[in-house]
């Protein structure tokens, strides 16, 4: 599938996937909101976490642009891609 897609489309799944992650960090974060579903019952005896949707959607960016990092027929973007692999990697 990544072969017959554009750069701009797999710049716009990237975007989506770090909404992704960024969202479930978030959630894992809040211990309250968390707390408020777990005395619930929601999701059985363990309190509510997103984590292995938090590396999943982790490992995916990574492995995306990665992919696009050492893919020749993308060198036209190799600018875009490091940048957006450094500021990913360093800022989170």
């Known amino acids: 599938m ?10 716009t799944l990237v975007d989506c996937l770090v909404v992704s ?3 479930s960090c978030n ?6 909101q968390r707390n408020i579903l777990w005395k619930a019952g929601f999701k059985g005896k ?3 976490n997103l984590l292995k949707h938090e ?5 995916c960016i990574l ?3 990665f992919k696009m990092l ?3 027929s993308r060198g036209v ?12 990697v360093f800022l989170k």
């Open 27 to 32: 959630f894992n974060q809040n211990s309250e």
């Open 2 to 11: 990544y072969k017959h897609l554009t750069n701009d489309q797999l710049f």
């Open 70 to 72: 050492n893919d020749e």
């Open 46 to 48: 363990d309190k509510p």
């Open 55 to 59: 590396t999943q959607s982790l490992a």
């Open 77 to 88: 973007y190799l600018s875009h891609i490091e940048i957006r692999l450094i500021k990913f």
């Open 63 to 65: 492995r995306i642009l």
């Open 21 to 23: 992650y960024e969202f």
